[in-house]
């Protein structure tokens, strides 16, 4: 009697974790978290000390609440000098720009924002940042700028920049793209590599390595672009997306696969803030999912916007 009681208790508690998981895992993915982060570097002027960046990435066509309604509390609550967002706005299965368009209609209309696209969107390229495509025409209609190739952002007499990933889109630059994007960019070089040391903010949607350089970017930067070996970071802080932090987390773990990353590639490039050789990266783990069907979802890992607090080093 005793046997065959044990042989029902073991899968009752079993499938009552099971659905309690379950339970715990619904809940977590429509759920948003502020991911709070201080993101230090010696090289920050002194009048951006606590400059702050409220980050929105990989939204993937997800929704919170009726018109965004969960989403844009959250985001009306935090305070923030400029608001940034880092692509992935639709996926691979749907064009829809309601979802974004939801959240964009709900934000205050005041203050710096700008955007960049994500692999996603427009496969990274730099030809739709103009007047007639529909992701400028939207972003356009609430006051947010195409972040490209960069701005500066002044303090006083300080500055500091931020800059787009300057390999996105470095074959179409020498194809047919509008001529004000060209005319863009020699103009933001020009002025930018006449600044003395400037303190620049790379805004990548794919994150750039901080302990390795990509083999091909390598051979593009040496060969084609005639840089030299040790440039592969120009940078001073990066702020990224993309990864979805590993989407999925496994306890003790971390994160089981990223995009570009494959299985269990750790935190660095993934998710979170992390520092070497006096530069610092950033990779927010955004608010949607992608992946196959059956996998499209978080575990342990829940929606977040990246609230950015600048520092210098201490």
């Keep these: 009697m005793k046997m065959k009681s044990r042989k029902f208790i073991i899968p009752g ?44 990435t990989d939204l993937h066509g997800k929704s919170f609440g009726e018109k965004q309604g969960k989403l844009v509390e959250l985001i009306k609550k935090q305070k923030y000098d400029l608001l940034l967002f880092t692509g992935d706005y639709i996926t691979d299965e749907s064009d829809d720009l309601t979802p974004l368009e939801d959240l964009l209609s709900g934000l205050p209309e005041s ?9 996603a969107d427009e496969d990274n390229s730099i030809a739709p940042l103009v007047s ?50 060209v005319n863009a960019v020699e103009t933001f070089n020009m002025k930018y590599e006449a600044t003395d040391d400037p303190f620049t903010v790379e805004v990548s949607h794919i994150p750039t390595e901080i302990d390795y350089e990509d083999e091909w970017i390598h051979d593009y930067r040496t060969q084609i672009l005639g840089e030299r070996d040790d440039e592969w970071i120009d940078w001073d802080v990066s702020i990224n997306g993309h990864t979805h932090g590993g989407q999925i987390h496994l306890p003790f773990i971390g994160p089981v696969a990223s995009p570009n990353y494959g299985l269990f590639p750790g935190k660095i490039n993934v998710t979170g803030v992390h520092e070497k050789n006096g530069h610092t990266q950033y990779v927010c783990s955004g608010l949607g999912v992608s992946g196959p069907k059956i996998l499209q979802f978080r575990f342990l890992n829940p929606p977040a916007i990246g609230l950015i607090t600048l520092s210098k080093a201490k």
Aim: proline content about 5%; hydrophobic content about 40%; overall charge negative.
């Design 111 to 119: 203050g710096d924002k700008y955007y960049i696209l994500g692999n």
């Design 13 to 56: 508690i079993i499938f009552i974790l099971m659905i309690l998981i379950a339970g715990y895992t619904v809940w977590d993915n429509q759920r948003v978290v502020v991911d709070d982060v201080t993101m230090s570097n010696s090289n920050l002027p002194s009048g951006f000390e606590g400059y702050r960046i409220l980050q929105i």
């Design 132 to 181: 007639g495509n529909k992701f400028y025409d939207l972003f356009a209609r609430y006051g947010v700028k195409p972040l490209y190739p960069g701005v500066e952002i002044t303090r006083g007499d300080e500055s500091i920049w931020l800059r787009a990933n300057p390999y996105v889109g470095r074959y179409e630059i020498y194809q047919e793209i509008p001529k004000e994007l």
